[in-house]
């Protein structure tokens, strides 16, 4: 067969090739044909010009291009459903409810939407059904659906999320809002916020009314239903102390998730036990307004709580965040001063509650950067908080950058004008050294105090500046063990340890700034969502003039995912791989371990994520479904597999980290599969006297030793030339190979000679 013709009422629509077999989706524009009946033919072209025997099958062109049903719980169609269709423009990060004029005959919602001129003016078309609470008049979006085709749409239960919120405490209202991602985050355009927002819908909503509920056992139960769907859909729940409120984010008493809600159980129980209270204690006497706000780090999502009184209190979720103080002043001289505090923590302390205090006074706070020939300053109060201000005066804003003085020996003096600086984290004033003359200079800085919040106690020292850079002497700079290429997809949380890629001989403690994501205790936080490549250059400071840089690529892969019920084909699914790994490749697909979406880019490199799928997919073969241990999870991932691979001690993360976007190394891989091996068949494991020793085994960590003794006893890696490379990454067809290899000794009463008659050398 050379082609397929497609013919409407006996007149050509499409003629196209075909290269191979298989099944082919194409789209016909019918919006010129008439309203009523009319036959789709179907017929194979051969080579020679002939035709083969035609399909057809008769089809009606509606007077409406969609139509929708909506069911109940009870499965009773809804005899007037109300529908919004929402149009989503990530130019100017708006939503838009189009105005349509449907029609709705006998429970069925009709309207003719012009598709190809909507996605013009939108990047997205949504579909929302509401419902209509009995409470008052509060709509309820418990559809949230993609819509780009014609037809007829059935919305039943089966296709909607009903997420049960449960809890032992008495709640008196509890507000759940909605956001659509798809605009990008690009990191943060100052070191005080997110440079990026994601869609809050217009229909998000409102506070959902929980019941009462009497349990068998005499207790008390307060329950709510939240319906919802998935597609690229965020939830951020809070609970309150009563009152009516316009927007949902602001004076939460209680913030219990924010994030997907993907993977989640059918019932979400709002527990406090597992929250952490977050006191705020400030010195408002000078203050006209005061609130305090939240950001939680891996969504970018925030509260906002007014502060009356010198105290006040929030329940919040494990995570990590910012923290905020925003406060209000009235100058003595005329204008207004917006002053900010902020601090980073995360949930992991000790005890119950954690207390931040602000102002009381503040200080300056200073580090060299040798490198790019800069002071670079901030503010920081009395309890390590940092602080900037923003004065507004006869229309224009200033950000009372202070004055950098330097006074050397013989008393010539100079001083210097700051700049904000967007590029070097927490120090937000950056002062060039370039013209400064050689020699030795007292260092001061002369802040403007009638602006600021607090008096500063001044800070002075003595600074050597030789060829434009502060000097000083027998200082090393940090060393970036290398340059990092990580691989994520669109939504994904990366987290890695700064710990691990900068180390300095004579500083305990470096300083991070980076240009996109965010930084937390040395911990580096980066989250894309439109599926964007980027360069990120990550710098750690020692405060004594050394400077060091690494350059982050992230590269956003967007693999759709494969239908469910698609059976890879040996011969065809190993096509892209190396000619050597071709026979292990077909192998291990026809075992049914590589997971589909490891079925393509075989010279790439394999994440933790990604060989989490492929080992528990082999140990299930073994072992039947694997169910996570309700104990297991991690704060940057809620990856199913991964949660699998944890509970059976595969892998395992670092402090509620695991990383899963991190590629692996060969003496990782080695000890994973080390362990996997000795929970599936711990009569193989053990030490192999007479094992192949490396030439480089000196590189290879004391944690690895044996894994590595094993897995060369057992030829599953075999190194090239005598050289094994331990820290080096491998590709993700050498790890289908190894993790073959494995599937076929665990398969086997003796352990040995694992692929008779095959080349072992191909891992």
Known sequence: ???????????????????????????????????????????????????????????????????????????????NPRINILGFSQKDRKVTKLRINPAVVNGVWMANLDFEQLTR??????????????????????????????????????????????????????????????????????????????????????????????????????????????????????????????EPARDADIWYHSGKLDGMDSIMRLDTSTLKTIRVEADLATVEEAEYMLLNIPTGNTISNALNSPTGSVDIMPGFFDIFLLTG??????????????????????????????????????????????????????????????????????????????????????????????????????YSLAKIPDGVYRLSFISDSERLAFPVNPSTTLVTVFNGAAYVPDNTPPVAYSDYTSSIRPGDLFVFDLSEEFSDREQAELKFSATAGWIVDGLFFYRDLIGQDAEIIITAYDGAGGVTSFRHTIRVTDRTAPESDYIPIPEIDSIGSSSWAVPYVQQAIQANIVPVELLDGYQTGITRREFSSMIVRMAETFLGEIIPSPGVSFLDTEDQDVLKAASMKFLTGSNGIFSPNEYISRQQLCVIIYQAVKVLRPDLAGSIPGAPQFRDAGQIAPWAREAVNFCSANNIIVGSSGIMNPTGSLTREQAIIMVYKTFILLSQEDGLNIMPGMDNRAA
């Open 121 to 246: 003016s939108y990047n997205k078309i949504r579909c929302s059904v509401e419902s209509r609470l009995s409470d008052g008049p509060r709509d309820v979006p418990f559809y949230f659906r993609t819509i780009g085709t014609t037809g007829e749409k059935d919305f039943d239960t089966s296709e909607c999320n009903v997420l049960g919120l449960t809890s032992r405490q008495k709640i008196p209202g509890c507000t759940v809002t909605t956001r659509i991602l798809g605009n990008p985050l690009v990191g943060f355009s100052d070191v005080r916020e997110w440079g990026g927002s994601v869609f809050e819908t217009a229909v998000s909503t409102k506070d959902i009314s929980f019941v009462e509920i009497r349990e068998d056992g005499g207790s008390q139960l307060y329950a709510g239903l939240l319906y919802y769907d998935m597609a690229d859909l965020w939830v951020d729940i809070y609970s309150y102390s009563g009152g009516e409120r316009t």
């Open 1 to 79: 067969m050379k082609a397929v013709e497609i013919k409407i009422d006996g007149i050509t629509q499409r003629q196209f090739t075909v290269f191979s077999p298989g099944e082919k989706k194409v789209s016909l524009d019918i919006r010129d044909i008439a309203i009523g009946s009319h036959s789709l033919e179907v017929r194979p072209v051969f080579a020679d010009g002939t035709f083969g025997e035609a399909y057809s099958r008769d089809f009606i062109v509606p007077e409406y291009n969609v139509r929708i049903r909506v069911y109940d719980a009870a499965n009773q169609l809804v005899t």
């Open 329 to 430: 002043r009235v100058l003595k001289g005329g204008g207004t001063a917006s002053d900010a505090y902020f601090n980073t923590f995360h949930t992991e302390f000790g005890g119950k509650e954690k207390t931040f205090r602000f102002g009381g006074g503040l200080m300056d706070d200073f580090i060299y950067d040798t490198q790019s020939q800069r002071i670079l300053h901030r503010w920081t109060d009395i309890h390590g908080n940092g602080y900037s201000v923003m004065v507004r005066d006869d229309g224009r804003t200033d950000s009372c950058i202070p004055i950098l003085s330097l006074v050397d020996v013989r008393g010539s003096s100079y001083r210097l004008h700051g700049t904000e600086s967007r590029d070097s984290g927490d120090y937000i004033h950056a």
